[in-house]
């Protein structure tokens, strides 16, 4: 296969992986678990292959880079000089590789996490069910790895873009068919809920699209179908801003983000595009001013998060009624109490990992249970990691991200250093990152996706892709 046809066939892969760990409710309520591990294993076998694929390719660098400069090739003219045409063969497969991992500069902050939450399983209240989440916290980071390690930065862009895409394409005609055609709420296939009155909450989709929603898409959720469409709004436009799509179909895509995001009428998705605002809003100053001269920025930023933090505080039951919900955040502090006293029994370790919760296990069994809905997650990954590992946890957890954040931080308000002088300048996407994981932080506060599915894997490319930008900086478009 050639260098091209492989990299169409790792973009592709890219996308679909991408897709399934932003709508995987979509597979689940489709083929049911059955049908999810069908492609859960999909997932798993191309993520290998195509991490071995790229520790061939970097063995085939040195090849591509000896022809660019000139060398000795596989195809050679009869005085064992290479063509030019071998030269612009060697820089055309050269460009098109990501660049190779060095494992010994891999974050470490995601080493730690993974093996604490390994080694809980020692320590678990429920081991069976700690040794199922960490075989798919491990697999989620695979997926992720792959992402991370065989494309490179415009192909990351490009991928992520083409699943969003596809995510709210089919979310919006999946809501047209159940509004127009079949005019009912529609359940998840192969779930049997009884003839009792069913929760809203269990329903894949309610059908209100014509009357203005809340809808749930293809993700059956109007919070996490929110999210994505506030991720897309951030693709989209560094896209466009960097001109690596066309115009017209770009505002066309946006404008389907922009209106999806407010049929999902999602509360703490507008927090997390007030967070995104508000960090692209810093780094567009710190762009304009040197280092030595950014202190009043830091004060004014940490002055920011501390007033919204008092706001919060104090006048939290006002805030969230303008933004449409109850005084408790439609139960989430009863769910963040009851997490809260089981934490303390087990504080510097926790109970042990399992990602997301089980129903069949204690205490997850009747652990937040709400309107006949038995919810599966803290809504608040601080607190989800301070329950399953503990204080320790929460120190690497954090230090994973914050890490990440640090260095998004610099990487999007430092000109690029690709030699001596400090004169690139300023990359758009390189603002993607820093904007990606304020939406992340801010969703963390009252969701608990970071730890699974989509918030993990981005998260981790981040940590990964940042790390390496440090170690070797490459031009980004």
Known sequence: MSAVQSRLVIRLFATFVWFTVLAGQFWRNLGGWWGFGAIAVIVVVGSIIGLNTQRTNARNRATALALVAAGSGPVQTPDDTPTDRDIARGRTYQAALAPPLNWRKFPKTITAFLLLATLSIAWSYYPGASALGITLQLITTLAALFLAVTLTWPELLRTLAGALRWVLALSLVFELFVAVVIQ?????????????????????????LLDGGPIEGIVANRNLLGFVASIAIIVFIVQLKAHTVRRNAGLVWLGLAVGMLLLTRSATVTVSLVAVVAALLFALWARRVHDEHRRPLYVVAGASVLAVAAALALFSSQLFGLLGRSDDLTGRFDIWASVTQLALERPVFG???????????????????????????????????????????????????????????????????????????????????????????????????????????????????????????????
């Open 184 to 208: 009912n709420p529609v359940l998840p296939f192969f779930v049997d809920y009884g003839t009792s009155k069913v929760p809203n909450a269990f329903y894949w989709s309610r059908g209100l």
């Open 351 to 477: 109970w042990g990992w399992v990602s997301y919760w089980v129903p069949w296990v204690e205490p997850f069994n009747d652990l937040a249970v709400r309107k006949g809905v038995t919810y599966l997650q803290a809504h608040n990954a601080w607190l989800d990691v301070w329950l399953q590992l503990g204080i320790v946890g929460v120190i690497l957890f954090a230090a994973l991200v914050f890490s990440t954040l640090w260095r998004a931080w610099f990487l999007a308000v430092d000109r690029p250093r690709l030699g001596v002088k400090d004169t690139e300048p300023f990359a758009v996407s390189a603002l993607l990152p820093l904007l990606l994981l304020a939406a992340l932080i801010a969703q963390s506060v009252a969701e608990s996706r970071l730890l699974i599915e989509s918030g993990w894997v981005i998260l981790i490319v981040l940590a990964v892709v940042t790390k390496r930008q440090q170690h070797a900086p490459r031009p980004m478009p």
